[in-house]
């Protein structure tokens, strides 16, 4: 069985996650190879839900499989979908099936899946997610009710260190910070000037102590593949630079150059101390999160 | 303002197949000062409907009228006389004076010529652009006068999210502002930041029961 | 109805369009006489309305007929038609009527050719359907 | 009781063979409300008009028809001859049965004349009565700016009985005339001139002078302006029937033209000026001077008058070698070309060159290399001083003006006259002119002749007979507008504005001495609020209308 997340975040020095994509369809075979390839190799497994407002298999089924397979699963839960009532019923079911840790997000929005007529939900953020669940931990509902059983979640946020402007990102990040959180999982980071000076700013921050800072590494594996992210996928920003590297890598060397790269970035991140660990996301790429890994030395 | 925009001809006469004689009526107020049911824009679409079912080979019979405001159930019924000689009601109101004008003159059918689209201003000449959601529980004061609840894509209080795109921009169109973004940069003018630092708790989404009513004292 | 008769209307500007069509006729210039002229201030008087109105009344083809773009005396006069002809165009199309049948024509007052060209163009292009 | 209409056919002395003029009068003769249809040869004649007048003053008519040619011919003539017979002129429809019907085409065109007269016939039954009325009018006029033109606007002004009032941003009047050396080739000198105006001015008590004051904002139409000027900090509104622009030009040396830095030895042409008019005795006599023209900007005419007029200037007061570099000379101004005669004579060099000529600073003087194309060499010359060359730009603040009053201004920033030939002082809005430089670089001479065109302009406007106007031609109906602002942000003349209808309703109001007809507010207007007399929508589905009837 693999150890707590929340002791891990404690004692592990250099911590590393990574992240399970569910398919669009109730067929876990593929998923179950990619928990069975990483459950020990990662200290946390997170499970996206409804990423990029796509409906897929859901993030509760997944976090329940990673630990039937003795994995440490980390809940991902957005706004989007569910409302208030709805979150909470989740928070419990999770809890009470040995999931107990959670990352607080606002989800994409419905415009940038695949289901674009849907009413968004939205009815809370991701500020206020972090709240509730402290208000659950706190042994009651959102309305004050007594929980007959209550709940003890280690909770997760994300941080968006290239966002344009900065300022109110880091805004936003300090209310993260003071609704208190145990880990903080970045969107995908390539420039570490960037980074470093998001961390200077963290540490300027006020209720950062015992927060781990993950930072978030997404592979990219070929030019094309980059710049529809910089178009369309939320939150993340392919330096040119890293396109043109990736783009120069001859045919058929596309997924060991991506690999090699995702590697160099996390080893600058290891050796250099500039964050508490990383959180490799490897977007339908799953399995090849042990080979940057090792790519990385770790 | 209430904003509205025609349907297409196309569904428009879907939607009149079968009824000879049609009463288009336009209204003076609102969707005449965004030029989508006033009387000129009555003009064209009755055109329309003759020039397209006369192409058909079957006959219409099209009067037209204009109300001074659909949604005043005496200016309403001034058109009792010419609803008696139509078989179907085709209003260019908004949502509300459809509504209105159906409540009246309930033996006959009424249809909807416009999508009543939002509460707006013009931005520039002949467009139109949100403001306002009337959500019943108005929180401008602490947001500089930029509405998130409606002009950010996810209505969040406690923005802005991940995905603002370089330059401030909104995660779903890279033309679009991100409002959290604009709240940022004219509190920061007024020197009123600490606004935004302040948590919100989650809206009271119930502010205003649906569907609304408002009683006003006896003035 | 349309097309029947096959009138072509004229919608022309005093200025410019109006005086090239006298100019034609004092040059001895023929062109099609199915067209019937009507005379406007200026090319931005005539309304979207004006042109479906055209249409419904029989008419096979309208056209707007003001000054040359920066000569127009009234600024926008000319800009504004050819914006109007546009939006006609589109109601048009979705009535089902090509929309070339709409056009608008730039002139100066001595374009007399010009003028009995464009109406022999648009008296094809309504034949031809 | 039907509307009686007066038909009447010309047929141009009998030279329309190819319409069937006894046929049209058969089909059109059984119409109810046609009083009569009389042929005629000659409408356009004395005899013709007779026979017009005896017609309608014998029948009660109350519209008239005339089939005859063009209306650009004889509208106006037919419109003045109702009138003299007491009809409103408003109430006549032509049918242009000759130049766009019987000359247009060979063949019988009997139906279309009919079907034309069938439109005109269908338009008059609609057209109603406009009565012409004078307009109060604000016999007052405001100058802004209190330079050559503006100053002398205000005097040729108040000759005319016309009080004016001169709002200047500086402290002092004169603008240019303080600084230019001289107007060689006229007798007095720019300071005299400047002396003897300002003289005129002090004893004129028609014309009221406003120094180190602006034009805060500008509100109303022609013949009723209200502007707020502020000065001295305080802002006071007051109305003017019309507005002259005489706010002048500024020039700037283009310092990316010269690798050297201006200043020390390359300077402007005012810097000369000062130094000819008051010498310093610590300062050496420049032994050769030099002069730049032309490099980058086409539209020099001031720069070349300057250079040409100082050139002499400093011939006469240092008698130091003068050298001029330029591309081509442009001397269309007043008296330019006696000047740069008069500047040979003097011996000052014209050097004509094709690209811009190199410029270097080398210990302390100015080397200048550029290829001749009349030596066809290249050739170097060392100065003393250079003076630079200067582009001529609007003054500041036209920018913002124009942008304040809508007013349009052109590629290079001068205000744009509404039609360069033909009205170049106008701008689009009817009772707002512009004079001198800040409509383009202009001499002296051509200041003086817009100033004086100006003047004649603004006396006919403010003329009783000028505030004439047909009376609500264009109107905007109260009862169904919805001050929706769509005519006013989009009417080209700025003619609309909103107003309050008795004290509680806001509505769009159309000025009629601003309004110039052109019908564009009444064929946007969403609610169809706007009726343009004349050319009215129904009017014209009316003329729509009769092409579907044929015979």
């Not at chain 3, 109006?18 to 090319?43: S, W």
């Not at chain 4, 338009?123 to 405001?142: D, F, I, S, T």
Request: proline share 4%; hydrophobic share 40%; aromatic share 6%.
């Amino acid at each position: 069985m693999a150890k707590p997340f929340r002791e891990t975040l404690k004692t592990k020095d250099f911590i590393v996650t990574a992240e399970a994509g569910p398919g669009k369809g109730s067929n876990t075979e593929k998923l179950t190879e990619h928990i069975e390839l990483l459950k020990d190799k990662v200290d946390g497994l997170n499970v996206t839900d409804n990423q990029s407002a796509v409906m897929r298999y859901p993030s509760l089924g997944t976090c329940l499989l990673i630990k039937e397979h003795g994995g440490e699963p980390i809940l991902q839960i957005t706004c989007r979908d569910r409302n208030r009532l709805a979150i909470q019923a989740d928070l419990l079911f999770a809890y009470s099936r040995g999931i107990n840790n959670v990352l607080c997000l606002t989800g994409d929005a419905i415009d940038t899946g695949d289901h674009k007529e849907a009413k968004p939900v939205f009815d809370l953020d991701s500020v206020q997610l972090i709240h509730l669940v402290h208000t659950l931990n706190s042994g009651k509902d959102m309305v004050g009710n007594e929980l007959d059983g209550g709940v003890d979640f280690c909770i997760g946020a994300s941080a968006t260190p290239s966002a344009d402007p900065i300022e109110p990102q880091l805004m936003k990040f300090q209310k993260k910070l003071d609704a208190g959180v145990d880990f903080i999982q970045t969107q995908a980071v390539y420039d570490m000037d960037e980074l470093k000076r998001f961390m200077e700013n963290f540490h300027k921050m006020d209720h950062i102590e015992g927060v781990k800072i993950l930072a978030g590494i997404v592979p990219i594996w070929g030019a094309k593949m980059a710049s529809y992210m910089n178009e369309s996928v939320p939150g993340i920003y392919v330096p040119q630079y890293l396109i043109d590297e990736i783009d120069q890598a001859p045919k058929g060397t596309k997924a060991a150059k991506g690999i090699e790269m995702a590697g160099r970035l996390v080893r600058q991140v290891k050796e250099e101390g500039i964050c508490d660990g990383v959180h490799v996301m490897a977007i339908g790429r799953e399995e090849r999160v042990p080979a940057i890994l090792e790519a990385a030395g770790i | 303002m209430v904003i509205a925009e025609r349907k297409p001809l196309g569904e428009i006469r879907n939607m009149l197949a079968g009824y000879k004689r049609i009463l288009v009526v336009g209204c003076g107020t609102c969707v005449t000062i965004c030029w989508a049911g006033g009387e000129k824009e009555v003009g064209i679409l009755s055109s329309q409907l003759r020039l397209a079912s006369s192409k058909d080979g079957n006959e219409l019979s099209i009067i037209e009228a204009v109300v001074e405001r659909q949604c005043e159930k005496e200016m309403v019924e001034e058109l009792r006389d010419k609803v008696q000689e139509v078989d179907a009601i085709l209003s260019m109101g908004c949502g509300v004076g459809v509504q209105t004008i159906a409540d009246i003159f309930e033996e006959k059918p009424i249809f909807p010529a416009l999508n009543t689209t939002f509460i707006g201003m013009p931005e520039a000449e002949g467009l139109w652009t949100e403001k306002c959601g009337a959500c019943g529980d108005c929180l401008l004061y602490w947001t500089g006068g930029i509405c998130p609840v409606v002009r950010c894509a996810k209505g969040l209080l406690n923005g802005p999210c991940g995905g603002t795109r370089k330059g401030g921009k909104c995660e779903i169109d890279p033309e679009k502002d991100c409002a959290w973004v604009l709240i940022y940069r004219r509190l920061e003018r007024q020197g009123r930041l600490d606004l935004m630092r302040k948590y919100y708790e989650p809206k009271n989404y119930r502010a205003v029961k649906r569907p609304g009513k408002v009683q006003a004292m006896q003035a | 109805m349309t097309g029947q008769n096959k009138k072509i209307i004229a919608f022309c500007c005093a200025e410019s369009a109006y005086r090239a069509a006298d100019r034609a006729g004092r040059l001895g210039i023929h062109y099609p006489d199915n067209v019937r002229v009507i005379r406007v201030p200026c090319a931005g008087r005539v309304s979207v309305l004006h042109i479906l109105k055209a249409f419904e009344k029989g008419a096979a083809g309208v056209l707007v007929m003001g000054c040359q773009e920066g000569a127009c005396r009234h600024l926008t006069g000319n800009i504004r038609a050819k914006e109007r002809a546009k939006y006609a165009e589109d109601l048009l199309k979705e009535v089902g009527i090509n929309g070339q049948r709409v056009k608008v024509v730039n002139f100066g007052p001595d374009m007399a050719q010009k003028f009995a060209r464009e109406i022999e163009e648009m008296v094809e292009k309504i034949k031809e359907e | 009781m039907p509307v009686k209409i007066g038909l009447f056919l010309c047929d141009c002395g009998g030279s329309l063979r190819n319409i069937d003029f006894p046929k049209i009068r058969e089909n059109l003769a059984k119409l109810e409300d046609i009083a009569f249809v009389k042929i005629s040869h000659n409408l356009c004649l004395e005899e013709g008009e007779k026979a017009i007048a005896s017609r309608i003053l014998g029948e009660n008519v109350i519209r008239v028809v005339i089939a005859a040619c063009s209306p650009e011919l004889c509208e106006d003539k037919f419109m003045r001859l109702l009138e003299g017979l007491g009809l409103n002129p408003n109430l006549l429809s032509i049918a242009n049965i000759r130049e766009q019907c019987s000359w247009a085409h060979e063949r019988d065109v009997t139906k279309k004349a009919l079907e034309l007269i069938r439109m005109a016939v269908n338009k008059a039954r609609l057209l109603q009565a406009v009565e012409r009325g004078e307009v109060p009018v604000n016999k007052e006029v405001l100058v802004v700016g209190g330079g050559f033109s503006g100053v002398k606007s205000a005097l040729e002004l108040s000759q005319l009985g016309i009080r004016t009032t001169i709002v200047e941003r500086e402290s002092a009047l004169g603008g240019k005339l303080r600084e230019l050396g001289g107007f060689y080739g006229v007798e007095t000198s720019p300071k005299e001139m400047l002396g003897s105006m300002i003289k005129a001015i002090e004893e004129d008590k028609n014309i009221e002078v406003l120094t180190s004051a602006e034009v805060a904002r500008v509100q109303g139409g022609a013949g009723d302006f209200t502007v707020r000027i502020r000065k001295g900090g305080k802002e006071s509104s007051r109305s003017f029937g019309a507005i002259i622009f005489a706010t002048g030009y500024r020039t700037e040396i283009l310092p990316q033209d010269f690798e050297v830095e201006p200043g020390g030895n390359i300077i402007s042409q005012q810097k000369l000026v000062q130094m000819l008019q008051a010498p310093k005795k610590s300062e050496r006599r420049p032994e050769t001077i030099g002069f730049a023209l032309d490099f980058s900007d086409e539209n020099c005419r001031l720069p070349t008058l300057s250079t040409l007029n100082n050139a002499l200037l400093v011939k006469e007061k240092l008698g130091s070698e003068v050298y001029v570099f330029c591309k081509n000379l442009k001397v269309d101004s007043e008296g330019a070309e006696k000047l740069y005669q008069e500047a040979r004579d003097r011996g000052v060099v014209f050097l004509k060159f094709e690209k811009p000529p190199q410029i270097y600073g080398e210990n302390g003087q100015v080397k200048v290399e550029a290829k001749d194309v009349l030596l066809g060499e290249e050739v170097t010359l060392l100065c003393d001083l250079l003076v630079a060359e200067e582009k001529t730009l609007p003054s500041e603040g036209t920018e913002s003006l124009s942008s304040m009053l809508n007013l349009e201004i052109d590629s290079r920033g001068f205000y744009q006259a509404e039609n360069i030939h033909l009205y170049p002082v106008a701008s689009e809005r009817k009772g707002i002119y512009f004079v001198g430089n800040c409509r383009g670089d202009l001499d002296l001479a051509r200041a003086s002749t817009d100033v004086s065109s100006a003047v004649m302009n603004i006396y006919e406007f403010l003329s009783p007979e000028g505030a004439i106007v047909e009376v609500e031609k264009v109107k905007a109906d109260p009862q169904k507008c919805r001050a929706c602002l769509t005519c006013i942000r989009i009417c080209p003349h700025k003619a609309i504005q909103l107003v309050r209808v008795d004290s509680e309703k806001w509505v769009a109001k159309i000025y009629d001495l601003a309004c110039d007809r052109c019908g564009i507010c009444a064929a946007i207007c969403p609610a169809k609020a706007i009726k343009f007399e004349g050319y009215s929508d129904e009017q014209i589905l009316a003329e729509v209308e009769a092409i579907g009837e044929g015979l």
